[in-house]
């Protein structure tokens, strides 16, 4: 083994990306290297890029962004067991393995998280890229915005050889996050009721979930008419545009029997919408946050809002999946047609990772994929 040279998307101050040459490093104890076929854009990434988490989350520049990579096994570093060279794998979040949280089977929890997510190095401390002599951080745990990156063995999912990964990407991040908040967390039964807060990629899977589940009263809240119209699509039974109807809240009350939803999914972390995402629960109902709001706060009181009607109030990271165990699940979900990937997904060579991310912010695009050069 040696190290391989590397096109790929740097990050090389904040706010700044350019296409750019680095070296990969070799695949440590428990790690793997991966050709990289596709990596997805989720909006964490251009946090990332926009150092737009605190401080104390340990993001450096340069920085190699990229969270939703799939790929070929390249090469495997020692004590690697479950791998091979030749493996195609999908590739999800970091945890470190060895906290308490993991070792009760909650690595979305891990002790370690801010460093492994935003930290930019693994867990030994060190950092696997070089960009112009300088160590660069592999955001996530990969930073697969790359032709080869480097994962830990624990976070990157072997599939079968005949499934098509590029269009799997958003299962290592996105998709795993809002289906996972719905069937890990809410856990409705059949014939609930729910309303989902922000239809991007996460609020989209988060109402396939739904309709995977057999939720009765479905409806999507969001204020672009195409992703409403593509809930409807995807499950949605009804919807919400908060730019045209004035009181969301009544309304869900109306669709509802006056009495509101049993579970929402707040996926936007807009302070108006988490508030509505409370008010509109029925009694006993729960309010999962998926969405990132930063420093802004609300204002909740917790007699009227929480106690009294006996709600629960939680939130989840990356959906409470277990990688390898929840991945190969929504792997087979979408062989069956019940997480219709093809409708979210558009496709960007490499170097128009720009215009990738552009469409990203405007929200035009659901999930822009970048496709690794050869
Ligand atoms: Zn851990
Ligand atoms: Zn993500």
């Known amino acids: 083994m040696s190290k ?4 790929a998307v740097v990050a090389t101050e904040v706010g700044k990306i350019s296409i750019q040459e680095v070296e990969i490093g070799d695949p440590k104890k428990g790690e793997v290297r991966v050709k990289v076929i596709a990596s997805g854009i989720c909006h964490t990434d251009l946090g990332a890029i926009n150092s737009a988490f605190p401080p104390e989350f340990g993001l450096s ?13 390249e090469s495997v570093g020692e004590g690697v067991m479950e791998l091979a060279v030749g493996d195609k794998v999908i590739m999800s979040y970091p945890s470190c393995g060895v906290c308490d949280m993991c070792k009760k089977n909650r690595p979305w929890a891990c002790r370690s998280r801010h460093q492994l997510f935003f930290g930019g190095k693994f867990a030994d401390g060190t950092k696997r890229i070089v960009y112009k002599g300088q160590e660069t951080a592999s955001f996530f745990g990969q ?10 063995e624990r976070n990157a999912v072997k599939v079968d050889p005949d499934v098509d990964v590029k269009m799997l990407c958003s299962l290592g991040c996105g998709i795993q996050t809002g289906f996972g ?5 809410a856990k409705p ?45 995807l499950g949605a039974t009804h919807t919400i545009n908060t730019k045209e109807v004035e009181d969301p809240v009544k309304l869900i009350q109306d669709l509802t029997g006056g009495y509101g939803v049993e579970y ?7 302070p108006v919408l988490l508030e509505m995402a409370l008010n509109c629960l029925d009694q006993n109902g729960m309010s999962v946050i998926v969405g990132v ?17 006996s709600r629960t109030w939680t939130g989840m990271v990356e959906g409470g999946s277990i990688p390898k165990v929840f991945i190969p699940r929504l792997v087979q979900l979408y062989k069956d047609g019940k997480i219709p990937l093809e409708k979210l997904v558009k496709f960007y060579d490499f170097q128009d990772v720009e215009q990738a991310i552009a469409d990203t912010v405007s929200g035009e695009i659901i999930k822009p994929v970048l496709m690794m050069p050869e």
Not at 4 to 7: I, T
Not at 192 to 219: E, N
Request: glycine letters at 10%; one cysteine or more.
């Open 293 to 309: 709001s930063g420093t802004r706060s609300i204002n909740v009181q917790p007699e009227p809002v929480i106690m009294d009607p």
């Open 264 to 270: 929402t999914i707040e996926c936007t972390g807009v």
């Open 4 to 7: 391989v040279k590397s096109m």
């Open 143 to 152: 930073g697969s915005w790359s032709q080869y990156c480097i994962v830990a």
């Open 181 to 185: 908040c719905v069937v890990n967390r």
């Open 61 to 73: 520049y340069p920085l190699v962004p990229g969270h939703e990579g799939v790929g070929i096994v």
């Open 189 to 233: 039964e059949p014939g609930s009721t729910i309303a989902v807060f922000g239809c991007g990629t996460v609020g989209l899977a988060a109402i396939m979930a739904a309709k995977a589940t057999s939720c009765s009263t479905i409806i999507g809240v969001d204020q672009n008419e195409d992703r409403l119209a593509l809930a409807k699509e």
